[in-house]
């Protein structure tokens, strides 16, 4: 150990690899190298980063030349090549300290000051006009400076005079043309069929176009029932009809709703959730079976009509006046199993009865409520909701 440059002050641990207390010889600095590393790397830490810089150590006169060539004029000590060196740059005139290994470095830099924020404006001033040149080429043309790639950019269609503000530029590489409304006009004519694919559509399910076919698959399409003769007015639209969804014929059709057979408007809780129902139906214990099944089991009210016609007149009305007094909510639709989420409201927004008298008030509006006291009159009772549709009845006058 003393032959490697450190003076023991313990005795020999017994093994090379274990740390042995001693003095550097040198410079006086106490350590605990291991006998193995003293052989391989010296005993004194100090003193082998001395040794390591003086190995990077080039002469002064080329170091000075170096960063002159750079743009810097030296004026403090040059120690290592890792050693930052007090230098001024000539071309802003600021006082800098890069080092020598940093300032050869291609693309580095030897200024951290004004020259600095030069270069990254004009990297910024590059990226901003390739970034408007990937918009051009896209068809759109920015509304506001560049603000990153993956910042919200404003911009106009080119094409349809759209202004959009959720796009970014990597969206603009990645998808190209991002405008929403050319983007819904493709979707809708990759949608739209021929009109002979369409009258044909509607001929396979008896149903027999009385206009020439509207163009798209979502507007209700007039046409008469091949069965029963029946006029639909203003008809169902071609997309429920393929997707076998309420489609068929009104009159005649197995599963969809009668507007010729009795009816009942009822009302629906979702405890769970919270949520109020409403709909219509031909047999209403199925229909409240089938909401019961899906969370809505607390039957709160419903009134008998003569005609699926007179309820329908009252049921569609009753969502835009619930909307109107602010209940905007609806269900989850992935909780409506049997669809009809859009006719739902949350009893945060509104209260039970609030929505009992906006239905009461429907049924008065539409000329109903005699007919409904007199079929009641007639059949002197209507099913208890207490009674959760069982045998047992009521009598009532109008709810």
């Given at each position: ?7 023991p002050t ?8 274990e740390?042995?207390?001693g ?7 106490p350590?605990?190298?291991?006998l ?5 790397q ?16 080039l ?6 030349r170096?960063?002159?060539a750079k ?9 290592s090549?890792?050693e ?20 050869m470095?291609?693309g ?15 990297s ?16 759109l ?17 080119m094409?349809c005079?759209?202004v ?20 819904r006009?493709?979707?809708?004519n ?5 009109a ?26 007039a046409?008469?029932?091949m ?15 393929r ?5 068929g ?7 969809s709703?009668k507007?010729?057979?009795p ?8 405890p ?6 409403w709909?219509?139906a ?11 099944r899906q969370?809505?089991?607390?039957e ?11 309820a329908?007149?009252?049921?569609k ?8 007094v ?12 049997y669809?009809g ?8 927004e ?10 009461e008030?429907?049924i008065?509006q ?5 007919d ?14 207490q ?13």
């Open positions: 150990m003393i032959s490697y440059g450190m003076t313990e005795p020999y641990p017994g093994s090379v690899d740390p042995w207390p003095t550097c010889s040198r410079c006086g600095t350590g605990k190298p291991t193995s590393n003293a052989k391989r010296g005993p004194c830490t100090p003193c082998g980063r001395e040794k390591q810089a003086a190995a990077l150590r002469p002064l006169a080329d170091v000075v170096a960063l002159e743009g810097l004029i030296v004026i403090g000590d040059y120690q090549n890792r930052r060196i007090e230098s001024i740059c000539l071309r802003c005139g600021a006082l800098v300290y890069p080092t020598y290994s940093n300032a470095r291609e580095v830099g030897v200024c951290d000051q004004q020259c600095k924020r030069d270069r990254i404006s004009d910024n001033r590059g990226d901003a006009q390739e970034a408007v040149a990937v918009l051009h080429a896209n068809n043309l920015p509304l506001a400076p560049y603000p990153g790639t993956d910042t919200r950019w404003p911009m106009e269609c094409l005079g759209h959009g503000e959720k796009t970014t530029l990597s969206a603009v590489r990645q998808l190209g043309h991002v405008c929403a409304r050319c983007g006009e493709r979707t809708t990759a949608r739209r069929l021929d002979l694919v369409a009258v044909q559509s509607m001929r396979d399910a008896l149903l027999e176009p009385d206009a020439p076919y509207p163009g798209t698959v979502s507007v209700p399409w046409c008469t029932c069965n029963c003769g029946t006029q639909l007015r203003p008809g169902p639209r071609l997309n429920d009809v997707n076998g969804d309420q489609g014929c009104t009159t005649c059709s197995d599963t709703f507007q010729t057979e009816a009942h408007v009822y009302l629906v809780v979702n769970q959730t919270h949520f109020i129902k709909g219509k031909n047999n209403l214990q199925n229909r409240l079976a089938e909401h019961a969370g809505f089991d607390q709160v009210k419903w009134w008998p009509f003569p005609t699926g016609a007179e329908t007149e009252v049921e009305k009753i969502r835009p006046r619930v909307r109107a602010g209940a905007t909510t609806q269900a989850d639709r992935r909780l409506m199993r669809k989420h859009t006719e739902t409201a949350s009893l945060t509104i209260s039970i009865d609030e929505v009992i008298t906006i239905v008030h429907l008065s539409a000329g109903s409520a005699l409904m006291a007199s079929t009641i009159s007639r059949t002197g009772s209507i099913p208890s909701p009674a959760g549709l069982s045998n047992q009845t009521v009598q009532l006058g109008l709810w």
